[in-house]
């Protein structure tokens, strides 16, 4: 066939924000937003952002300038998602759990030109402005109010969020994306191995993770879609954007709590919801005042931290059928995503989970992923026994660190992304992680993957949360230690559990050398907001401690608040971990 020339005329740039204007037509009167007593349709939503957009314009935002938001999960953060990049501009979601410093340091570092500040934050926001190097120019602030109840907070004069809507003009056109790979985001890592470093999206990128994800998790059209993942995490995993593309409905909730998304489960009839794994815990330990009746299935896409195999069992019996996918903030979010075969369905309900629990195989956007030796870049055998890392490659990933090239270029080999992830291959291709490389933990020379001891730690009755860091070992060089949290009793009480009794659970279901030598029990395991719980605190905790083998065991003894210890351990433990 005669070669054809590549069609300029044709050319369109993918761009998420695309699916907004399409919606505002297809769905026009279509719910497209709920959050408390307010509702929009898909025509509003349009409207406003192309509002927004035009305010954000006649305050001098170009493109490539990055506008920061501090804010939950509330309807002026959703439609940032598309307002930012409809006046050209890099949107900046920043983790609303970070300290007043770090939040200086975003703020720095992407040179914002415009914060706005959720009305909640206003006092975080204005200490981190305190915060600001006096290099930095402190970027304009404007201040997102309660829509139905405005509580009248300005900060120093400055504008209220519903002031750009009403005063920016609906029939300016939006911003055309010129090219594809222009930066549409700016996401800063979580910063749990280093200090964060600034990811950038590209609109292909974006629209491709989009695309991709509502196809591996098969969201039908009109999904009724809950805001449980906070949308500063990866701009909610690209649900922002794909809720438009599906003319779904988002409802938008402050808080992740039990009373929340039971509540809005049963208002709204809510279909789909993503979260960490971390979320079950409190959807499960609801108190009975919190529950509803959740009378039709809801759809969970989890991910961000490894899903125990037994808290799947768990959940899913509880009506909710989840969908696993593994990913991180450098590729746009999800990568992988377990997808489901119906034969597995015929499987019992522990092995169901395990093959749950796995993380699964590429998602669609990606050219390839692999599991490498990442020294020789030889991929391991496809036996579920082999370590390596897990790389990646394709149009999700990130363009590269914002401002910093050593990483952008030590994040990659030879044009595979580099995760940092300790995985293997099944031989039916589906990927499972066993740790991060700096979480493995080597004992006597044997590799010990963390994620297998917690696996077996859950399936404890009893145990609703754990971790397992390394603990320094004379003889074996380093030693599995393991941090666990306890179920509690309809009082609210941490059951009692002895640390023997967890240690004989772990040598009945897992190799000898894999036994965690120290079992540290805690009221609730320090986490990031993201669900991650922070190893790095507890690698710091047991570092001080001693192997169950080497103190002379006493009774357990309790606290009020029901930690178990023995009296040994007790004197060891740093202070977090005795109060609450
Ligand atoms: P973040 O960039 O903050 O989203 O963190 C990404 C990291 O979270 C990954 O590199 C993994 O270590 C971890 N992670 C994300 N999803 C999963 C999962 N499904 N299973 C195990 N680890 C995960």
Redesign the pocket.
């Known amino acids: 066939m005669e070669k054809l020339p590549k069609c300029a005329a044709n050319y369109t740039p993918l761009s998420p924000v695309t699916f907004l204007k399409r919606a505002s037509m297809v769905y026009s009167h279509r719910t497209s937003i709920i959050y408390k007593s307010t509702r929009f349709t898909w025509n509003q939503t349009h409207q406003r952002c192309l509002r927004l957009a035009s305010s954000l314009r006649s305050l001098g935002i170009t493109k490539n300038d990055v506008v920061s938001v501090l804010a939950p999960n509330i309807p002026a953060m959703y439609e940032l998602h598309f307002g930012v990049p409809m006046a050209g501009a890099v949107l900046n979601t920043i983790n609303t759990r970070l300290d007043a410093a770090n939040v200086a340091t975003l703020l720095a570092h992407s040179e914002a030109k415009l914060l706005f500040v959720d009305y909640q934050f206003v006092p975080l926001a204005r200490q981190a402005l305190c915060h600001l190097p006096s290099s930095a120019a402190s970027p304009a602030v404007i201040v997102i109010d309660e829509i139905d109840d405005p509580t009248g907070i300005r900060m120093d004069g400055g504008l209220e969020y519903e002031q750009l809507i009403s005063g920016g003009n609906p029939d300016e056109a939006a911003y055309e994306v010129e090219d594809e790979w222009d930066a549409i985001a700016l996401?800063y890592?979580?910063?749990?191995t280093s200090a964060p470093k600034g990811?950038v999206y590209s609109h292909r990128g974006a629209y491709l993770s989009v695309m991709s994800l509502l196809l591996q998790w098969g969201v039908g059209n009109q999904p009724v879609y809950l805001w449980s993942l906070p949308m500063f995490?990866?701009n909610g995993w690209t649900f922002t954007w794909g809720m438009a593309a599906r003319g779904g409905t988002n409802v938008c909730i402050r808080t992740t709590s039990a009373a929340e998304i039971y509540r809005a489960i049963s208002d709204h009839g809510v279909t789909h919801m993503c979260c960490?794994?971390v979320v079950f815990n409190i959807i499960l330990e609801a108190s009975p005042s919190d529950r509803r009746p959740i009378n039709s299935r809801v759809e969970v896409l989890?991910?961000?931290?490894?899903?125990p195999a037994a808290l799947l069992e768990k959940i899913e019996q509880s009506g909710f059928h989840v969908t696993?996918?593994?990913?991180?903030?450098?590729?746009t979010?999800?990568a992988?995503v377990?997808e489901w075969w119906a034969e597995w369905d015929l499987r019992p309900a522990e092995e169901q989970a395990a093959l749950k629990?796995r993380?699964g195989i590429s998602a669609l956007a990606l050219e390839e992923v692999d599991v490498k030796d990442v020294k020789s870049m030889e991929s391991v055998p496809r036996d579920g026994r082999s370590l390596g890392e897990?790389v990646l490659r394709g149009s999700n990933v990130m363009k590269g660190y914002f401002k910093n090239e050593k990483d952008t270029n030590a994040a990659f080999k030879g044009g595979w992304f580099l995760?940092?992830?300790v995985g293997v291959i099944h031989p039916d291709g589906y990927l499972e992680?066993k740790?991060?490389s700096k979480d493995v933990i080597i004992s006597g020379g044997e590799n010990i993957s963390s994620?297998e001891v917690e696996t077996v730690l859950y399936r404890h009755p009893m145990v609703v949360e754990a971790a397992v860091v390394a603990m320094p070992h004379p003889r074996w060089g380093e030693t599995p230690c393991a941090f666990v949290a306890l179920a509690r009793d309809e009082g609210g009480e941490q059951q009692r559990v002895r640390e023997e009794e967890i240690i004989n659970h772990c040598r009945n279901n897992m190799a000898r050398f894999m036994v965690p030598k120290k079992v540290v029990f805690m009221e609730e395991l320090p986490k990031?907001s993201?669900g991650?719980i922070l190893k790095f605190e507890l690698r710091e905790m047991a570092r001080n401690l001693k192997p169950l083998e080497m103190i002379t065991t006493q009774p357990a003894t309790w606290t009020k608040k029901g930690l178990i210890a023995s009296q040994d351990n007790m004197q060891t433990l740093p202070t977090p971990i005795t109060t609450n």
């Not at 890592?189 to 749990?192: C, R």
């Not at 989890?302 to 899903?307: F, R």
């Not at 696993?324 to 590729?331: D, F, I, L, N």
């Open positions: 996401n890592t979580s910063g749990t990811v995490h990866c960490a794994p989890t991910g961000g931290a490894p899903p696993h996918a593994y990913g991180m903030t450098e590729a979010g999800p992988l377990c629990a993380q897990v995760t940092g992830d992680i740790d991060r994620v990031t993201t991650k």
